[in-house]
Structures are given as structure tokens and as C-alpha cells.
């Protein structure tokens, strides 16, 4: 497994592969999961080469705070990743080696960037739009897996492959989740022990109560601060987004209806 | 020469060309001149295969009267096309096939592209910067040609793939003139036998007049109404930048000082 922690290094491996050779992509901000391994997994079946990219976008942050103390566990990432049978990671750890521009060029969306979590959190898809184009144009993927848990995320970055023709194939991958319900994610490390205990019931009350706004005021009630829970069409189906805050800790979930 | 009017047909031609064929692109909006044949002729000699993109694309214009009345020589431009030896035209009519997102991601930059031009054309520059990622990951040039007569642009542009670590080497071409000195520009055609008497002044001043604010009532006392001329550090060199209007019709110029 190569680890790359400069973009030359990384493009100079990537010149070199053959050219038809099947690249799958999984980018992630690092503290990873077994979500994370399930996407890595589906990568390496479906591609003679796995890229994975760990990399703290800070433009993607509205909050100093949540990029401050954003997990990072970089020797277990490295261990997770070499046991995934990832051919290369793609770790720049400056962000001025993203971002040589000074973030003057931004890729944004207009529309539904600006809503549920784009609402709540200002520039955040700019961000993430533009470090994910970033991210193909270096790495070239054939491929690449992004799970169904930000299913806002996914469903621009798919806008933003169709509205420029990007050569390249998203794949949705569900949801992992706890058995209790909770949606694996990086920032459940920070739970408290009472926290990790409490979060269960996001899942379980998107399911289980029918309308969205009493769904809320019982999450309300158990000590959640919910920014919001509402029904969406997601292009395609039904889709029921939630946001809440435990403590200094932002979660979010949705679930198909 | 192919001439495709979709992208899905394009894009079956461009999927068969061998995967290392070196593609050389040359976009414009058509209403071809001697300097875009003379970017297609250096295209065709340091490429394998040359494409030739015709799109007038509605999102970097401002103002409507200019888009309707931007000169369409459709005829001529095959013409030109295949006697440059273009292997293939993109040609799009319909721009809902290039904007099947309706224009609703963007890529914009937040600085340069707000001077000289882009104060004048609220904008412009986040349509072409739009338009230009999209035709790059359409066609997938190595190397793609653009004219220093908008040298704003081909900063820009020159500035996207180095902040994107884009897969394209931008060539910029010198800006042909005709004997008078005037820069050969698409727009041109507009100009009355008065006012292209008069044009060709706007190359002698900047070249002529030592301070720029002198250069401007110079342009301005000969019936120019001058938007803009400023000199400017390019980043690599002093260059004096000019956008005036004669009558309804917008030119813009540049020289290295």
C-alpha cells in the first residue's frame, strides 16, 4: 500500500497506471469506520485499483469548533486501510496542497445546496463540491462510493457528475448502522457514554413516528437540539432528513419512506 | 470531419478514440477568424486529433442585445473547420444540453474575476469558467488553445486547471491583428466602415500613450466610450488591459508592456 502525503507524489504514481486500468475512489476525512470498510470493500470487487483519499476538508467547515476536534486516528486508518486492501492513499495533510488557489475558485450549487444542512450550515456543500472536484481530477476514478448516511451530500455531488459530464460513476452505498439503529459515523467518538446511549433514538423515531413534526418535538424532549426533520422527495423517493445536536456533537441521519 | 450537434454522440466518438490519442481542443463561439485558425492550425500540428467546440454560451453574457446579436456564420465556420484539418466539431445547439443542471452549478472565482471585465459583466466569468469545465471533462483535451486577446479569460481559465489539478496543458496564442493593429475579434463583424476605421486606435493607444489615464480621454476625445484601461500585473508581467465600446458594440484589448 502506498501512502502519498503530496499531490505530485500521488499524480506521479497515478501517470504511471495503465490507462484503461479501473480506478475506485472512496474520499473520506479519515477517522474510519466500518462504514468506511464497506465502502472499500465494494471498491476493491469492483475495481483493479482502490484509491482511498483521507483529507480534513477545512472549507467545508462553518465551525472552527467541529473542524478543531473532528476525529482524527490516522495509525488506525492506515491499519483499516491496508486490511481493506487499498492499493494508495491519497493523505495530504496541508490543506494549501488542496488548496493552492487560496479557495478563490469555488465549485457551488444554488438550489438544494442551500437547504436542510446547507441552511443551517453556510458554504458547507461549497466546500465539499469543490474539494470533491479536486479530488477527481487528481484521482481519476472510474468509480467512486460515497455513503447513503449524508444522502444530501450524495445526491449533489450526482448533480454536480451530470451537470458536467464527469467521466466518472457514483455509487450510493447504504447506510451502516449499530445495532441499536445509530448510523455509523466519525463523530460518535465524541459522544459521551450517555450520549451514545441516547442517539439510538434518531433512528428509531424517524421510523417509528409518522408525522415529521411530532417526530421532532419527541427528540425535542429527550435532550436533542433538532435543527430539523422534515420529508423531502429526493429526486427519485421519499426521503425523511434529520439534523440534531447532543451536546457539541452534530449528527444526521435520513431513512427512505 | 465529424460535426456532432449532441453531447451523447460526441461522447460515443471520443469514448473510441485509443485511450492514449493526444486530443488537442480549441473552444469558441463561433463566427470563426483567422485567430481561431490560427489556434486550430497549432492545435493540429501538436495533436493527434484536433476538436473544435461552437457554443455560444448564453450564461457569460450580461446583456441579452449582445448574446441575440452575436455574429453566426455557421456555414463559413464548417468551412474553416474542415479546411484547418478539425477531426471533430461539438456543436451543441440546444444549450439545455449543455445546461441540463439549468445553470444551477457553478464554478466562479471570488477575486481577479471580479476586475476590469468582470466589474463591467457581472458574471461573464463564472459562465465561462462554468462552460470551459464543462467542455474539458466533455472532450478531455491534453492541451487546450486560447487567444491572449482576452488574456483576463485565459488567466482565469489557466488559474481553474491549476486549482483543480486538471489533466490539461492551456496553451495561450498570440493575438493576431489586422495590418491596421487591430485585434481580430468575432465582434468585429458588427462594426460599421466608420467605426472599423475608427477601432484600430484602440491598439495604437495602448501602445502610443504612456499613462493610462492620458491613453483613456485619448480614446475616449475619438468617440470611445472607454469602460476600462488599466495596467495591471498579470502575475508575470506589466500588461495594459482596454474594454471600450463603439456605437453597440464591445471591444476589449491587451499588450505587454
Redesign the interface.
Known amino acids: 500500500m502506498k501512502v502519498f502525503e503530496t499531490?505530485p507524489a500521488f499524480?506521479e504514481w497515478r501517470k504511471n497506471l495503465k490507462?484503461?486500468a479501473t480506478v475506485g475512489f472512496v474520499p473520506t476525512m479519515g477517522a474510519l469506520h466500518l462504514g468506511h470498510q464497506s465502502l472499500l470493500a465494494r471498491a476493491r470487487v469492483e475495481n483493479e485499483i482502490t484509491v482511498l483519499s483521507i483529507f480534513v476538508n477545512p472549507t467545508q467547515f462553518n465551525n472552527a469548533q467541529d473542524f478543531d476536534t473532528y476525529p482524527k486516528t490516522w495509525e488506525e486508518d492506515l491499519r483499516i486501510a491496508a486490511q481493506s486492501g487499498v492499493d494508495a492513499i491519497l493523505a495530504p495533510h496541508d490543506p494549501k496542497s488542496i488548496?493552492?488557489?487560496d479557495f478563490?475558485?469555488?465549485?457551488?450549487?444554488?438550489?438544494?445546496s442551500k437547504e436542510l444542512c446547507g441552511e443551517f450550515r453556510p458554504g458547507h456543500f461549497t466546500g465539499v463540491?469543490t474539494v470533491v472536484?479536486?479530488l477527481f481530477?487528481?484521482v481519476?476514478p472510474v468509480r467512486a462510493y460515497f455513503g447513503e448516511k449524508d444522502h444530501q451530500q450524495l445526491s449533489l455531488i450526482e448533480?454536480?457528475v451530470?451537470?458536467?459530464?464527469?467521466?466518472v460513476k457514483v455509487i450510493p452505498c447504504e447506510t451502516l448502522r449499530e445495532p441499536s439503529g445509530l448510523a455509523l459515523s466519525s463523530r460518535n467518538l465524541r459522544l459521551s457514554p450517555e450520549q451514545k446511549a441516547l442517539a439510538p433514538k434518531i433512528y428509531q423515531t424517524l421510523l417509528q413516528v409518522q408525522e415529521p413534526e411530532t417526530a421532532k418535538e419527541v427528540l425535542s424532549s429527550l435532550g436533542f437540539k433538532v435543527e430539523y426533520l422534515v420529508d423531502r422527495n429526493d429526486g427519485k423517493k421519499r426521503r425523511r432528513y434529520v439534523a440534531a445536536w447532543l451536546g457539541d456533537v452534530r449528527l444526521i441521519d435520513n431513512v427512505e419512506l
Open positions: 499531490i499524480l490507462p484503461q488548496y493552492p488557489d478563490h475558485y469555488q465549485l457551488s450549487e444554488n438550489q438544494f463540491l472536484l479536486k481530477q487528481i481519476r448533480g454536480m451530470n451537470a458536467f459530464f464527469m467521466d
